[in-house]
């Protein structure tokens, strides 16, 4: 089951439910594991609402995607699911860009991103006690919310661009089809060298 699928059959079940009880289970779930939370700090000195978070983003994972309409039925095999993410031509113009370097060029830019990251956090922590690696950690998700949907194939590529305003760049625009041959040449008329040379 793909994640499109599981998202489909999730969001399938929440909808089935009663208006009313919708809000009750969400929000009894996130104050179960709150509570669970709670628990494991008390005992163990589990980081404190780190598992909430971690709900929380679950149930987002789930529900966002279905309420932007990123998951859409796959035409080509009836009864599956597909993600299929549009209006994100920057994201998809991006990796294209990225998948147009060398190896050595995309080692190294990741190398900017997360040594720059690591630095600038590292400043952070010395000079105002910010959390060590927090940075660091936004910025390796920050990589994985670009490059994520494009490797898996969920970025639908941006529309071509106009080509201007004439009827013309419409007719190329739907087609796609290289403009009219022509039909007819022009004669020469030949040229004396006395013209030629005034």
Do not use: K
């Not at 709670?38 to 994972?61: D, H, K, N, Q, Y």
């Amino acid at each position: 089951m793909t994640y499109a699928e599981r998202v489909q059959h999730w969001n399938r079940l929440y909808d089935q439910a009663p208006e009313d009880l919708r809000f009750n289970v969400v929000a009894g779930a996130v104050v179960l594991i709150g509570a669970i939370n709670m628990w494991l700090t008390v005992s163990i000195g589990f980081p404190f609402g780190l598992l909430v978070i971690l709900a929380i983003a679950a149930l987002t994972a789930i529900r966002l995607p279905r309420a932007l309409g990123w998951v859409q039925a796959d035409p080509e095999q009836p009864g599956r699911a597909r993600m299929r993410i549009e209006g994100a031509d920057s994201l998809y113009r991006w990796n294209l860009w990225y998948d147009g370097l060398t190896e050595a060029q995309q080692n190294a830019v990741l190398l900017v991103v997360l040594l720059g990251a690591g630095v600038i956090n590292m400043l952070l922590t010395i000079g105002n006690g910010f959390p060590f690696g927090l940075l660091f950690l936004l910025a390796i998700l920050a990589l994985v919310a670009v490059r994520g949907p494009y490797a898996a194939g969920w970025l639908v590529p941006p529309a071509e661009p106009m080509l201007g305003n004439s009827p013309r760049s419409a007719l190329l625009e739907q087609d796609g089809s290289a403009p009219p041959a022509v039909t007819h040449q022009a004669e020469g008329v030949p040229v004396r060298r006395d013209q030629a040379s005034s």
